[in-house]
């Protein structure tokens, strides 16, 4: 049974950072693509971060690009999101997400999902 458990949200201060943490289990993690989503109160799950197998490969919105980094760890089966230079627009619900093949920002090519971890960001 496969299992994404994320890990690290909270509340913080705009300005401030966060370092979460998604841990895989059941899965060949390093055969797995990783992503990482959010979603806002009323708004769609949206892209954040992915990252290939091997972690040669990255991606990221616009909106976090040059503030969040998607990492793995692929002996620890575990990707992390560093996220720096909060905003208030930046509170959501984050989720990561597990896929065979190529990392994507399109949502619906994950087949696994965790159940996600608070991030508030206080103005």
């Known amino acids: 049974q496969v299992q994404l458990v994320e890990s690290g949200g909270g509340l913080v201060e705009a300005g401030g950072s966060l370092r979460l943490s998604c841990a895989a289990s059941?899965?060949?993690?390093?055969?797995?693509?990783m992503g990482w989503f959010r979603q806002a109160p009323g708004k769609e799950r949206e892209f954040v971060a992915a990252?290939?197998?091997?972690?040669?490969?990255?991606g990221a919105a616009d909106s976090v690009k040059g503030r969040f980094t998607i990492s793995r760890d692929n002996a620890k089966n575990t990707v992390y999101l560093k996220m720096n230079s909060l905003k208030p627009e930046d509170t959501a619900v984050y989720y990561c997400?597990?896929?065979?093949?190529?990392?994507?920002?399109?949502?619906?090519?994950?087949?696994?999902w965790g159940q996600g971890t608070q991030v508030t960001v206080s103005s």
């Open positions: 059941g899965l060949t993690f390093s055969s797995y693509a």
């Open positions: 997400a597990a896929r065979m093949g190529r990392a994507t920002s399109d949502r619906g090519g994950y087949d696994y």
């Open positions: 990252i290939g197998w091997s972690g040669a490969n990255t």
